[in-house]
């Protein structure tokens, strides 16, 4: 069957299945947007919505399919973020941790170039589905697919600029196709006190409690690091619109960071005793349930913020949107734990399972109300299943039937990642992203 054949079969069979089981609206085509907004969690956004400080956010939770997101141990966002997009464990997609070392003893970063599985915007591609992918982990060099890909190499065009570097060449690689990386590089870069005044953020540097530099000080680079954090988000935001605006596609979707910046250094925000006594009475397990809750609602009311600016790029996505039969999948690849050594999502120790993220679903024929059981490996399943096409056969999540007021047959299929020539490493990406992971003390 030639390729073109095929996917005007394939189209004819998706719109043709929707006009069976449900009427003739359904031949409208279905668009998919996800939002990702890394470390998002219930347990500080649910005090914050109690109290009436996120209502558009309290609104949207009222009015869609949500859950406790469960993901897996390491919760480490690249490996996460690539099982999202892949459903697939990391034993198959091949990102296995932030880095590995050489039989040299040579550190490399795992990037774009270690997945061994296909993504699913690159399985949409093989359907004849448009996507737009900004800033995903692991994404770089970018796929080269029908639609746009950024990568999130590009996003450290900032830290350049910071350094008043105006050299932007060494980023042309970061877009494909790479006609939109002209368009891209002229999008607003904001300062930082334009980003601050814009978004709502406050100065976090400016919060540290000097009189107190305690154990975790050595995170202090992520809190002094912030104002680029801060910009790159802000520019994320920006170039997700302009895309989102110019370009028509099937399937949309955008990564944001700061929730899990933010929560890296939020500890350092409180007095030193207090925090010490939390810590010491985890260690000797006599913090009480009252006590426990007092620290997640302060740390809670450190993120309104970062929450708030979160609510208000989850808004505009949703209220301006002009497609009736848009579908859109709000999540975090995790949560955050309060343990014996602070606050963290990674390097727990058992007892503690992975903590959760959070998952909104939000679409013409969703249900509302809570799903009993979510997983990170469910969404590519469930995408899928949503546009009528097959499933991966060997995905590890399940399609989440119960989330839509409409029954999709479920066919299953092999996906395998095709090589396209694009899986040489770039040395100058992993030499950046290796400097990345060492001044945030990830590696
Ligand atoms: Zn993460």
Same mark, same amino acid.
């Given at each position: 069957?030639?390729?073109?054949?095929?996917?005007?079969?394939?189209?004819?069979?998706?719109?043709?299945?929707?006009?069976?089981?449900?009427?003739?609206?359904?031949?409208?085509?279905?668009?998919?947007?996800?939002?990702?907004?890394?470390?998002?969690?219930?347990?500080?956004?649910?005090?914050?919505?109690?109290?009436?400080?996120?209502?558009?956010?309290?609104?949207?939770?009222?009015?869609?399919?949500?859950?406790?997101?469960?993901?897996?141990?390491?919760?480490?966002?690249?490996?996460?973020?690539?099982?999202?997009?892949?459903?697939?464990?990391?034993?198959?997609?091949?990102?296995?941790?932030?880095?590995?070392?050489?039989?040299?003893?040579?550190?490399?970063?795992?990037?774009?170039?270690?997945?061994?599985?296909?993504?699913?915007?690159?399985?949409?591609?093989?359907?004849?589905?448009?996507?737009?992918?900004?800033?995903?982990?692991?994404?770089?060099?970018?796929?080269?697919?029908?639609?746009?890909?950024?990568?999130?190499?590009?996003?450290?065009?900032?830290?350049?600029?910071?350094?008043?570097?105006?050299?932007?060449?060494?980023?042309?690689?970061?877009?494909?196709?790479?006609?939109?990386?002209?368009?891209? =590089?002229?999008?607003?870069?904001?300062?930082?006190?334009?980003?601050?005044?814009?978004?709502?953020?406050?100065?976090?540097?400016?919060?540290?409690?000097?009189?107190?530099?305690?154990?975790?000080?050595?995170?202090?680079?992520?809190?002094?690091?912030?104002? =680029?954090?801060?910009?790159?988000?802000?520019?994320?935001?920006?170039?997700?619109?302009?895309?989102?605006?110019?370009?028509?596609? @099937?399937?949309?979707?955008?990564?944001?960071?700061?929730?899990?910046?933010?929560?890296?250094?939020?500890?350092?925000?409180?007095?030193?005793?207090?925090?010490?006594?939390?810590?010491?009475?985890?260690?000797?397990?006599?913090?009480?349930?009252?006590?426990?809750?007092?620290?997640? @609602?302060?740390?809670?009311?450190?993120?309104?913020?970062?929450?708030?600016?979160?609510?208000?790029?989850?808004?505009?996505?949703?209220?301006?949107?002009? @497609?009736?039969?848009?579908?859109?999948?709000?999540?975090?690849?995790?949560?955050?734990?309060?343990?014996?050594?602070?606050?963290?999502?990674?390097?727990?120790?058992?007892?503690?399972?992975?903590?959760?993220?959070?998952?909104?679903?939000?679409?013409?024929?969703?249900?509302?109300?809570?799903?009993?059981?979510?997983?990170?490996?469910?969404?590519?399943?469930?995408?899928?299943?949503?546009?009528?096409?097959?499933?991966?056969?060997?995905?590890?999540?399940?399609?989440?039937?119960?989330?839509?007021?409409?029954?999709?047959?479920?066919?299953?299929?092999?996906?395998?990642?095709?090589? @396209?020539?694009?899986?040489?490493?770039?040395?100058?990406?992993?030499?950046?992203?290796?400097?990345?992971?060492?001044?945030?003390?990830?590696?």
């Amino acid at each position: 069957m030639h390729r073109r054949d095929f996917i005007k079969k394939s189209i004819i069979a998706s719109t043709g299945l929707g006009a069976a089981c449900c009427g003739g609206k359904e031949e409208e085509k279905i668009k998919v947007v996800i939002l990702g907004f890394d470390g998002a969690n219930w347990a500080t956004i649910d005090p914050l919505i109690k109290k009436g400080e996120l209502p558009f956010l309290k609104k949207l939770k009222e009015e869609s399919a949500w859950a406790n997101f469960e993901t897996f141990k390491p919760a480490k966002s690249n490996v996460v973020w690539t099982s999202i997009a892949s459903g697939k464990t990391m034993l198959k997609h091949g990102i296995l941790d932030y880095v590995y070392l050489k039989k040299n003893g040579i550190k490399v970063p795992y990037t774009r170039a270690d997945r061994k599985e296909p993504m699913i915007w690159q399985i949409l591609d093989s359907f004849g589905k448009r996507s737009t992918v900004i800033n995903w982990w692991c994404s770089h060099p970018p796929d080269k697919i029908k639609g746009v890909m950024v990568s999130d190499h590009f996003r450290r065009v900032i830290r350049k600029r910071v350094k008043r570097d105006n050299s932007s060449e060494s980023f042309a690689t970061s877009v494909f196709p790479a006609e939109f990386f002209e368009k891209l =590089i002229r999008v607003e870069m904001r300062k930082y006190p334009k980003v601050l005044q814009e978004t709502g953020l406050p100065n976090f540097p400016g919060l540290y409690n000097p009189e107190s530099p305690w154990a975790y000080a050595y995170k202090l680079n992520l809190l002094k690091g912030f104002p =680029i954090f801060a910009r790159m988000d802000a520019f994320v935001e920006k170039i997700s619109d302009y895309l989102y605006t110019n370009v028509n596609v @099937d399937f949309f979707a955008t990564y944001f960071r700061l929730p899990d910046v933010v929560q890296h250094f939020v500890l350092s925000l409180f007095k030193k005793e207090y925090i010490e006594g939390v810590l010491s009475a985890i260690k000797t397990n006599t913090l009480t349930r009252e006590k426990h809750k007092e620290v997640i @609602d302060r740390i809670s009311g450190f993120l309104k913020p970062v929450y708030r600016y979160m609510e208000n790029i989850i808004e505009k996505y949703i209220t301006e949107n002009r @497609d009736s039969n848009t579908y859109f999948f709000i999540m975090s690849d995790h949560g955050f734990s309060l343990y014996d050594k602070g606050y963290n999502h990674y390097g727990l120790p058992d007892p503690y399972q992975a903590p959760d993220g959070i998952l909104l679903i939000k679409g013409p024929r969703v249900k509302k109300g809570r799903i009993k059981k979510a997983s990170v490996f469910d969404i590519a399943p469930t995408i899928l299943n949503l546009y009528d096409l097959p499933v991966g056969k060997n995905m590890d999540g399940r399609v989440l039937s119960d989330v839509f007021r409409f029954h999709r047959k479920k066919r299953y299929k092999v996906y395998k990642l095709k090589k @396209d020539g694009r899986m040489k490493r770039d040395e100058s990406y992993d030499k950046e992203t290796l400097d990345g992971l060492e001044s945030l003390g990830y590696i």
